[in-house]
């Protein structure tokens, strides 16, 4: 076998150990019951209903798959975009915001990696609130 795709292999296995080790959160709680739709995992949630999964209109350079959107309805903000694809982390922006780009994405990625996070949230510009702690 070819070292380089060995070594290719190797740290896919790492991130998805990794990614794993997350702790899934389960958003069905918070959704409500879509009828009759079946449930998948979705980065960092569990149980996201296949009917609000839609494809971002780009594959992730990285692994090569592609990077997938779901929008979700908080009260603390109208509405957030999370985007995901299958080799790490979530990157999460409100809906009127800018979204990620194929040329923006593996920045983000990296960015994610290198601080250790799951889910990285993008605040286009406004204020952090006083009481924030952290960044994932």
Sequence with gaps: MNPKKRRKEKRARQRRRRFLQLGPIDVSKGLGHVPGGPEVSFGPFLNVPIELIHPAGFCCPLCREPVKRFGLQTPIVPRIMI??????????????????????????????????????????????????????
Excluded at 107 to 129: C, H, Q, S, Y
């Design 83 to 136: 985007h995901s694809c299958k080799c790490g982390p979530s990157i999460v922006t409100w809906e009127d915001e800018r979204s990620p780009t194929i040329k923006t994405w593996p920045l983000n990625i990296e960015f994610a990696r290198k601080a250790d996070a799951g889910v990285v949230i993008f605040n286009g510009g406004k204020d952090t609130p006083a009481g924030f702690q952290g960044i994932n």
